[in-house]
Structure formats: structure tokens, C-alpha cells
């Protein structure tokens, strides 16, 4: 299949769908970015289900209801639209405005080859069915608590005692209706602050679901002798199998910056392998600090999920 995975996807009959969940401010996007930057522009499209509230912000004073409920998200609704999207046809979608907090719309939704759901109950029943890679990102509290006032502040305009307000109003309901998505992954990504005094260093675990088919050849390989004579900064490597809610794992966690250098051949394997060659994974930066590495390793396994779904369907060796 090596070199057709661009034209089998150009091909296909619809559109793979990506759900990627987490509480707001978690980074889901970053996580994703990856494939965008490897397939194009052009093949990927983000679907946002904070289109799907019910109430919007003034409204939402008024009732004293945070987004992280279920009950005011037309879940329903978000998940009939997605089923149509799997099937490669438009939906007329609503629109939450961000800035402004009203809900606006309707507009029409054109799928690209790939959709990235994104959302705070992307795993939920209603959607989860019509996802064709799952994702869970799981950042701890302090982590996600400044990427969310950063967020929110410079991005769409809160104040930052709202946004702190919010913060301690939200967190029991974040346990009781989101956190519990991450069982469904097939890939969760943890987040902590890093053992490094180092800007922008954090601990970062990617836990995978274990692979039960013949994977495509796209080695993983690092060489520690290289690794360590290229690196010039702090860094922490671990791997192991394990059971995480009961389902065969893989989890490989990192700390500090790796040399672009030690994964630029499994970089360059991933787009020679999926004919994407104009296309890149991860910014060209020197060094690569956990959420990097990451995003490295959800390309690389979205390319054997994609691989093994189209030998199914195709009958492919």
C-alpha cells in the first residue's frame, strides 16, 4: 500500500471521521495538528461540536448552566450530522460564536476527506459510533487550567476573574462528564508539568490501544547512542505494556527536548509511506519537547488505524 494512501483516500466513498475529546483548554487541537499538517489542507477538515450548545452565554448566566453538561448540547442532533458526514455529504450545521457567545447560523458544513470532530463530549454514545479514530486528551489540572485562562484571555476575549470563576465552577462537572471518556480511546494523551525547570517542557504519556493486526512497516526506532551524543538538553525516555480500563496498552511517556534529528527518519518513513511528500509533521525546530513527540506518535498511528481499515474494506494485502 506504500505510495497509495494518498489515492485510496482521494478514492474513498466518504469521510473517516477523527473524535477527539477533553475538557476546554485541554490542547485537542494541538494533538490533531499533526495529521493535518502531514494529509493538507486540502483533505482535512475540523468540526467543532461547541456549535451544538443550546444556550448561549447570556442566557447561560441566567440559568447558571456550564457547556460541560450533556443535557444543554444537542448531542443528538451533532450526532446525526455526523453520520451524514461519514458518508461524504454536507450538513446544515448551527454556529457558537465564540467571541461573542451567540449562537449563530445556520451554514452549511462541506466534509473533506477527513473530519476532526472536536469537543468536550466527543465520546459520547451518540457520536462515538461514527468515529473511526478515537482520541482522549488528559492534561492535569494546573496544565490545563493556564492554557485555558491563556485561551480564553487573548483568544476570545474573557476576563480573567471570569475564567477563574469558571474554572472552580466547572471541575466537578468535568469529573462527572468528561473525564470518564478517556476509557473509550484508542489513544489517550496525558499531560504533565515537566520534572525540568524548562519553558515549555512538559511530561507528556502517550498511552496506545495495542494493535492486534500486521502493521504497515513504518518502523519506530531510535538509536540511543545517537540519541544521546546528538542531545545537548534534558531529557526523560520510558516505555511498557500495560491494562489501562481493562484494554491492552502501550504507553510511552517523555520529558524534556529530543533532537529533531532522532526521529526525522520515522517522520520522513510516515509521509514517503502515505505519498504525502510536499507535506510535514511537526514544526522544523531544533529540539522537540513532549507535546511534539506526541503529536509525531498520533500520525504515526493514525496512518496504521487508516492503513488497516482500508485493507478491510479493500480487500488490500
Known amino acids: 500500500m506504500q505510495g497509495e494512501f494518498r489515492e485510496i483516500i482521494e478514492n474513498y466513498d466518504?469521510?473517516?471521521?477523527?473524535?477527539?475529546?477533553?475538557?476546554?483548554g485541554s490542547g485537542k487541537s494541538t494533538f490533531t495538528r499533526s495529521i493535518s499538517n502531514l494529509l493538507g489542507k486540502d483533505m482535512v477538515s475540523f468540526f467543532s461540536l461547541d456549535d451544538y450548545h443550546t444556550e448561549d452565554r447570556e442566557t447561560r448566566k441566567r440559568t447558571g448552566h456550564i457547556p460541560l453538561d450533556p443535557?444543554?448540547?444537542?448531542?443528538?442532533?451533532?450526532?446525526?450530522?455526523?453520520?451524514?458526514?461519514?458518508?461524504?455529504?454536507?450538513?446544515?450545521?448551527?454556529?457558537?460564536?465564540?467571541?461573542?457567545?451567540?449562537?449563530?447560523?445556520?451554514?452549511?458544513?462541506?466534509?473533506?476527506?477527513?473530519v476532526i470532530v472536536e469537543?468536550?463530549?466527543?465520546?459520547?454514545?451518540?457520536?462515538?459510533?461514527?468515529?473511526?479514530l478515537k482520541i482522549y486528551v488528559d492534561p492535569a489540572?494546573?496544565?490545563?487550567?493556564?492554557?485555558?485562562?491563556?485561551?480564553?484571555?487573548?483568544?476570545?476575549?474573557?476576563?480573567?476573574?471570569?475564567?477563574?470563576?469558571?474554572?472552580?465552577l466547572r471541575e466537578p462537572l468535568y469529573k462527572r462528564y468528561i473525564d470518564f471518556q478517556k476509557i473509550y480511546g484508542d489513544i489517550v494523551i496525558k499531560i504533565n508539568s515537566s520534572m525540568f525547570p524548562i519553558k515549555d517542557s512538559y511530561t507528556v504519556e502517550v498511552i496506545t490501544r495495542r494493535?492486534?493486526?500486521?502493521?504497515?512497516?513504518?518502523?519506530?526506532?531510535?538509536?540511543?547512542?545517537?540519541?544521546?551524543?546528538?542531545?545537548?538538553?534534558?531529557?526523560?525516555?520510558?516505555?511498557?505494556?500495560?491494562?489501562?480500563?481493562?484494554?491492552?496498552?502501550?504507553?510511552?511517556s517523555f520529558d524534556g527536548f529530543i533532537p529533531h534529528d532522532s526521529v526525522r527518519e520515522l517522520e520522513e518513513k510516515i509521509i514517503e509511506y502515505t505519498g504525502f511528500d510536499k507535506n510535514f509533521i511537526i514544526d522544523e525546530v531544533e529540539y522537540l519537547n513532549g507535546t511534539r513527540v506526541a503529536q509525531l506518535l498520533v500520525a504515526w498511528y493514525f496512518v496504521e488505524m487508516m492503513t488497516n481499515i482500508f485493507r478491510e474494506i479493500f480487500g488490500l494485502p
Open 14 to 24: 466518504g469521510s473517516l471521521i477523527i473524535g477527539v475529546a477533553g475538557d476546554s
Open 71 to 114: 443535557k444543554i448540547n444537542n448531542l443528538k442532533l451533532a450526532g446525526e450530522h455526523i453520520r451524514e458526514l461519514r458518508k461524504g455529504k454536507p450538513v446544515l450545521k448551527p454556529v457558537y460564536n465564540h467571541k461573542t457567545g451567540k449562537i449563530e447560523g445556520p451554514e452549511v458544513f462541506e466534509p473533506k476527506k477527513i
Open 119 to 132: 469537543g468536550l463530549h466527543t465520546l459520547y454514545d451518540e457520536i462515538r459510533r461514527f468515529l473511526d
Open 141 to 168: 489540572r494546573e496544565v490545563k487550567w493556564a492554557w485555558k485562562i491563556k485561551r480564553d484571555v487573548e483568544e476570545r476575549g474573557y476576563d480573567e476573574k471570569e475564567v477563574w470563576k469558571e474554572i472552580r
Open 211 to 252: 494493535l492486534d493486526f500486521q502493521l504497515s512497516g513504518i518502523d519506530m526506532r531510535l538509536s540511543l547512542s545517537s540519541l544521546i551524543n546528538a542531545s545537548q538538553r534534558p531529557m526523560l525516555l520510558g516505555y511498557r505494556d500495560d491494562y489501562y480500563y481493562n484494554k491492552k496498552v502501550s504507553r510511552l
